[in-house]
């Protein structure tokens, strides 16, 4: 299986799911349908299948990470590792939505209405401090590679963070219900956002390790 017809499964999947989570949204509040059928594909729930299919990606992405520091200079490897470590915790509170913890409703009175859902002040505040971490490393990377980093990491954080506040915005200053087509579709479409990042990571990942090591073992061998 090539990278490209990989990318193409993923965002291929990718979109069915978001479509699922569109269907149940309108089924939910446009005819009143058992939300309860429709949870399994909700992609703002834990514990179902969007969940699960992007804490795999992660996971994927983890791996490769890994594998790709096992070939890698001195002076790179303890910068591969550390990401490796950051997308199995990526992994990890994707699906058990870790960061949910540090939502505080004493403290939204104090704060914009964007900014509702707090979690985003320290997540937000570690993104700016990695950021800083792996520039280094980022302009050690070639231009391809580095361009393909930062266009995943700029469409992942448009979802999950961007996407998040627009959402609270909207939902606090009473634009929109939190309960609504309105907010579903904002919640589907962070997460799809999230999903293409992670998937433009992983093969980009892939394609590096290749140049590397000349194919990836998964289940199945992978080359460009």
Known sequence: MTTHKLRAILLYISGTLFAAHLVGEI???AFDADKNWLLPFNMDREFNIP???????MLACAYILNEIKKVSE???FK???????IFIFLAIDEFFQIHEIFIIPDLRPYLSPALGSTWVIPYTALVIYLGW???????????YTRQKFL???GI???GAVGMEIVGSYLVRTGIIRLHSIWYGSITGLEELLELIGLIIFLTALANYLIKKNGTIYLRATITK
Do not use: H, N
């Open 79 to 85: 910068d591969w590792g550390l990401l490796s470590k």
């Open 27 to 29: 089924g939910t509040y």
């Open 51 to 57: 969940t699960l299919f992007s804490s795999t990606i």
């Open 151 to 153: 266009q995943s990491a």
């Open 156 to 158: 992942f954080l448009s």
């Open 74 to 76: 001195k002076r790179s």
């Open 133 to 143: 971490r792996f520039s280094k490393f980022l302009r050690s990377l070639e231009k």
